[in-house]
């Protein structure tokens, strides 16, 4: 306990760097995953503007960003990183990297929620005459809410966890705390609490994402 009161601005200063690396990313994976996610689902071949090579291509790159290990990723950015933000460690330099990572990620759980929906939904709308904005805006976006949340819940969780291990490489954040003092000085105490600090995190994110699915869900 000791070891945990001597660090509570540290413990503090990890929470907040980890929330903007969570953050950071999320928003990237909303801004521009979820376009992407819209684009795959709507040119897939059957769909209402079907185009097997676009698909395929931002298929392809989606598949190709998904497929690094996030370390390898983590590094491999590094002179992006720099590029960007000016820096290639702390939290807006993680941040980058992350980022990356989650509009893939995203991406393909938004393309998978507009799937869920029924076929006739669309045709109907088709049938009407409404025109492609509407159809995505009006129809498929409200249809697939509960996905889209549930998929945003998974998201963060995720991101969560990576964000801890973009501290291992100077990321700041949990990870990294746990890293210094949990790991390297051999300080248990420090160490449980950035698991609990962890698990708090995870499990607010999900009884929240739960939540809000549910009062989304027009099946219920």
């Not at 492609?132 to 009006?138: A, C, D, K, Q, T």
């Not at 990321?171 to 051999?186: E, H, K, P, S, V």
């Not at 939540?211 to 099946?219: C, E, P, Q, T, Y």
Request: net charge positive; aromatic share 8%.
């Amino acid at each position: 306990m000791n070891s945990i009161l001597a660090l509570q601005s540290e413990i503090e200063k990890a929470i907040e760097q980890t929330l903007t690396m969570v953050s950071i990313s999320v928003a990237a994976a909303i801004i521009i995953g979820m376009p992407i996610g819209i684009l795959l689902f709507l040119t897939a071949p059957g769909n209402l503007k079907g185009n097997r090579p676009l698909y395929s291509v931002v298929g392809y790159l989606v598949n190709l960003v998904r497929s690094f290990p996030f370390l390898i990723l983590l590094v491999a950015l590094i002179p992006f990183s720099r590029m960007i933000v000016g820096t290639a460690i702390g939290p807006l330099a993680a941040s980058v990297s992350l980022s990356v990572a989650a509009i893939p990620f995203y991406a393909r759980l938004v393309e998978q929620s507009l799937r869920d929906i029924p076929k006739g939904i669309i045709e109907a709308a088709v049938a009407s005459g409404a025109s492609l904005r509407h159809i995505v805006f009006g129809v498929l976006l409200s249809e697939a809410r509960p996905g889209l949340v549930s998929g945003l819940t998974v998201t963060i969780i995720s991101f969560i966890s990576y964000s801890a291990a973009a501290g291992t490489v100077g990321g700041g954040g949990i990870g990294d705390l746990a890293i210094r003092y949990g790991y390297q000085r051999f300080d248990t105490e420090v160490m449980v609490a950035c698991i609990v600090i962890l698990v708090v995190m995870v499990q607010l994110v999900q009884w929240a994402g739960s939540f809000a699915a549910a009062r989304l869900d027009k099946r219920k």
